[in-house]
C-alpha cells in the first residue's frame, strides 16, 4: 500500500462521499482498468475496499464514492468522518474482479444505489473510446440519495442512462424483465444490493453464464438464527475444525491459528477463495460461476449443506 493525498472531498448525495486521491509529488498512479477496486486503510485502522470510479484514462488520481453507514462496523464512518482535504492515507495499487470481458454486442449495466460505482468507470471508459454501445438503469431509491445523479442526467447520456426511484415502494420497482428477457448478444454488468442481484441472477438463468457478471455490497443472505453448525475439515492435516452457527468459516479457521486471505468479508471480493475437495457447500457469495462452485468456496460467508467440508487452504 502506498500513502497518497486526499486531494478533495465532498458530499455528492444524502449519506455519499466523493474521495479524490493523489500522489504526494503529483507521479502518474498505477494504472487500473474498468470495474477495478482500491484497498484503503481508514483513520481507525480498518481496511476497507472501495471501487475506482474514475475513467481509467486518467493516470494521475483515483476517485472513490463511500456511503457512510451508521450501522456498519465503523470503516465508513471513519473514513467520512476522520478525513479531511490535505490528510495521507494508505492505498493500495487497483485490483480487478469485476473487468469487462468478451467481445459483447452491446452491454446492459444495472447499478443499484451505491452499486453504480464501477459502473460508472466502465461507462466512463466507453465514452472516452468509442467502444460498444451501452444502456445503464439505475435504481434507487430516492433523487437526493442519488450519487452522480447530476452528471448521468446530462445530454451526452441521452439515451443510453435510464435513472428509476422506487420512494420504497415494492410496487414501483422497475420492471428489468423487458430488458433482460432476450440476451442479442449483450453483456450484463450487474452491482448492488443482494436483493437486486439474485433477481437479476433469476431473470438471467436462460442466458449464458459467462455473459453476466455480478458485484455487489450486500450482507449474508440468511440470518444466524437460521445457520446451522457443521465441521471444516483441513485436507493437509485432517484437523477438524467446528463451525458454529452465527459464525463465518473465515471466522472459525481464524480462531484455529489458520491464516486465510480476506478483505471484503460479504463475499463479493473474491480474496478468501478457497478449494472445496468434498462436501456441498450453501454458497451466498455472488463471484463464483456455478463451474467454479463444483471446487471452490468462499469462506468469508458461505457455509455448508452437508454435515462436513474438506477444504484445502492455501500454503
Known sequence: MNDLVVSALDAIADGI?????RHPDGNDLPEFTPGAHVHVRVPNGQVRRYSLCNDPIEEDRYVIAVKREEEGTGGSKSLVDETRVGDSLLVSEPRNDFELKGNPARYVFIAGGIGITPI??????LQSTGGKPFKLYYLTREASQTAFLDELSGPEYRGKVTIHHDHGDPDDTFDLWPVLEAPKGAHVYCCGPRGLMEAVRDMTGHWS?????FEDFGTKA???EEDKPFTVRLSSTGEA???PAGVSILEALRVNGHHVPYSCESGTCGSCRTRLLEGEAEHRDLVLSEAEQQDNIMVCVSRACSEELVIDLPQ
Not at 209 to 213: A, T
Open 17 to 21: 462521499y466523493r474521495f479524490e486521491f
Open 120 to 125: 460508472l468507470s466502465m461507462i466512463h471508459h
Open 209 to 213: 453464464s459467462s455473459s453476466v457478471h
Open 222 to 224: 440468511t440470518t444466524a
Open 241 to 243: 475444525i467446528p463451525v
